[in-house]
């Protein structure tokens, strides 16, 4: 079809074009305001693989319209010379777009040192914006692993910004400031344990800021007398200069502040506290646990923070490294803002667990931390097996909603798992039943009374009793008699090229549409969308064909006329034709037509469930049972809006990598989660044994 423009109102009514045009999956390739209104070229999805522009443009079906237009809203063909060239240049540009991506997709995914060393840095917990950068600068010579390793050690290690040693030992005032429970206090006490050895215990002071929080300023008290320090006490709203008098005979001092989230309106308030006459030096904490995220907006927040309070944030200290799972967020966070390390602290001991920061320490520590992008894949990999687990209960979580909201799962499972089925009480008894064949049709489907398929029915060949019978074609004479007995209500499909009678002519149904009186419109879902069915109904009379009991009669009937319209842009999607007889309710018949609409899919779902089955060995002793009863399923989960359909289907489509949804879709989806499972079964049976070996 190649490229087309449209042409609406507003952005909503030219994109509600497209789709009617080109489906959801349309590549958008320019959107632009125009006297005309909205513009937008657009490419279908099977179209954008070759680049061809096409020499015309199919104009797109216009939308119903609801209210009157004041421009033009019907989409113009791209004809003139300038749309051709435009056309040709918007193709170009996305081929040439294309061949980036897979040029870099095959530069990352190389296997060579490059994807390699991507792969440490990601376990390590290195964010993309740093490791990207790093890793373009990796010279051709350092192909041997062991040569592309110490090259990344040498380039974190330059990068990484650490104070030279006795850098805070400097006579002055040090404020630590940073979130709650950053470890302000302890960290506190250990740079006061640490200056008061070197320089003398009265010579320091440790200054609470800390109003806030209950025993902040006991603990303080308590380590300040362990040490043999002063302790000062500043309340709220008193600036630190009104302590300078008091401070003047101790030249280190150590300020510890009130722990505030980087979100916190007061934070500016806190650190202006400390600007004034006396200057101070703002250290900031970096909890080594926290994420990476985390890490990035307090250093933003807080760095904007202070320089609007007139202080120079350029330093940090690390903490809790002994409770972080991967150092990487913490170096990243570092490197990337530029903040000059001092300590690590390591634990709670004073001072002890406080070391002097080391560029290649951190480094060596942060890339022997890491996570799952680190391991080598191989069974029995830290990150492997949590990788397995995770998605181990992933796929239990579904099996647990399949078995919550499907009544035939058991049977599903039994069959998959090559052993007969077993009975499912829900087919057999269900009160409509779908019927699949010839002259001589067998009921192949259980529907429940929202006509949603509740398994496949144990035996076949039995007549239920009471049951709705949904026909694939109109029944013969014997079909008819039997149907007659039973009082059984049915409703069939039928061909447009049907003939019935109709005051006196003998017609097609296609023919007959016209002369319908409308009835009714639904909502229905048909083939993955929403859509809109619009009935109308016609008496008519039918010969039934065959032999069967009696003499031949004639029928009297109820014909009814199906178009489904897509619910945004009103397009036929198609037509339908039922039977019913004359003496059902109509309402009943518009309930059972709209049932066999739903479940007019499941013949091809079944032949493609069997066509994968077969394709991937699996299906046991009865692989068109197995096909049958799954297809039912991927009817069930497309059309059930239970909670359990809901939760289910965002599940099912993340393991087939789509967005969209469909019968088909879900279908292979449940294929896939059933393989899944048998392979993480194999895989930790495999496993296991190499474990016990």
């Given at each position: ?610 066509a994968d089955l077969a394709g991937a060995g699996e299906g046991g002793e009865d692989p068109r049972g197995l096909a049958g009863a799954l297809a039912a399923l991927a009817i069930r989960l497309d059309q059930d809006n239970g909670d359990w359909a809901l939760d289910l289907r965002a599940q099912l489509l993340s393991l087939t990598g789509t967005r969209r949804r469909s019968a088909t879709t879900l279908l ?26």
């Open positions: 079809m190649g490229v087309q423009r449209f042409v609406g109102n507003n952005n909503r009514e030219a994109m509600g074009r497209v789709r009617a045009a080109l489906g959801d999956d349309a590549l958008i390739l320019a959107n632009r305001a125009t006297d005309q209104g909205v513009e937008i070229l657009a490419l279908a999805e099977d179209d954008a693989s070759g680049y061809a522009p096409a020499p015309r443009v199919v104009t797109a079906p216009a939308a119903p319209p609801a209210v009157a237009a004041p421009r033009p809203a019907t989409a113009a063909p791209v004809s003139t010379a300038a749309g051709s060239d435009l056309t040709e240049q918007l193709l170009r540009e996305v081929r040439d777009m294309r061949d980036q991506l897979n040029r870099r997709a095959a530069t990352e995914d190389d296997g060579g040192p490059r994807a390699a060393l991507r792969r440490r840095l990601r376990g390590a917990g290195f964010s993309a914006e740093f490791s990207d950068p790093l890793l373009a600068g990796l010279p051709p010579e350092a192909g041997d692993p062991r040569q592309a390793d110490a090259w990344l050690q040498r380039q974190l290690q330059r990068r990484l910004s650490v104070a030279a040693p006795g850098d805070l030992d400097q006579p002055g005032v040090i404020a630590l400031i940073g979130p709650t429970g950053v470890g302000k206090t302890t960290t506190a006490a250990k740079l006061a344990a640490r200056l008061a050895r070197r320089h003398g215990a009265e010579r320091v002071a440790l200054v609470s800021a800390d109003h806030y929080r209950i025993g902040a300023r006991d603990q303080l008290r308590i380590y300040a007398d362990l040490l043999g320090v002063a302790l000062f006490s500043l309340e709220e709203d008193q600036p630190l200069d009104s302590l300078a008098g008091s401070l003047a005979e101790r030249p280190w001092v150590v300020v510890d502040t009130i722990g505030m989230s980087q979100r916190d309106a007061r934070l500016g308030e806190q650190l202006r506290q400390l600007s004034g006459a006396v200057t101070v030096r703002p250290v900031l904490l970096l909890n080594a646990a926290s994420q990476g995220e985390t890490l990035e907006e307090v250093v933003a927040v807080y760095r904007g923070t202070a320089r609007t309070a007139g202080l120079a944030l350029d330093d940090a200290i690390i903490s809790k490294q002994d409770e972080a799972s991967r150092l990487g967020p913490v170096l990243d966070a570092a490197i990337r803002h530029d903040l000059r390390l001092h300590f690590v602290c390591r634990g709670q001991r004073v001072p002890e667990d406080m070391v002097a920061a080391d560029a290649a320490g951190l480094v060596d520590d942060a890339l022997a931390l890491t996570g799952d992008a680190g391991d080598d894949d191989q069974p029995g990999a830290t990150g492997w097996t949590r990788r397995v687990l995770a998605q181990g209960r992933a796929l239990d979580a579904a099996v647990s909603l399949l078995r919550e909201g499907a009544p035939d799962f058991p049977a599903i499972e039994a069959l998959w798992h090559g052993r007969s089925a077993v009975d499912c009480p829900a087919a057999d008894q269900a009160p409509i039943h779908l019927h699949h064949g010839g002259t001589r049709p067998v009921p192949v489907l259980g529907l429940d009374p929202q006509g949603l398929p509740v398994g496949v029915p144990t035996a076949p060949g039995q007549r239920f009793a009471g049951a709705a019978q949904l026909l694939p074609a109109p029944p013969d004479t014997a079909l008819w008699r039997a149907l007659q007995r039973s009082g059984q209500p049915w409703l069939s499909a039928a061909r447009g090229n049907s003939r019935v009678w109709h005051r006196g002519e003998r017609l097609p149904l296609s023919e007959c549409f016209p002369l319908a009186a409308p009835w009714d419109s639904l909502m229905v879902r048909h083939r993955g969308r929403a859509a809109q069915l619009r009935l109308r109904r016609l008496d008519v009379a039918v010969p039934p064909t065959g032999r069967g009991d009696g003499a031949p009669f004639t029928a009297l009937l109820c014909a009814w006329f199906g178009e489904i319209r897509d619910l945004d842009s009103g397009r036929l999607l198609g037509r339908r034709y039922w039977v019913a007889p004359a003496g059902q309710g109509r309402e009943q018949d518009s309930e059972l037509l709209r049932h066999l609409l739903r479940c007019e899919e499941w013949p091809a779902l079944r032949e493609r469930a069997a292979t989806a449940l294929i896939e989660l059933f393989s899944a499972r048998r392979d993480l079964q194999r895989i930790g049976a495999v496993a296991g044994g190499a474990g016990h070996a």
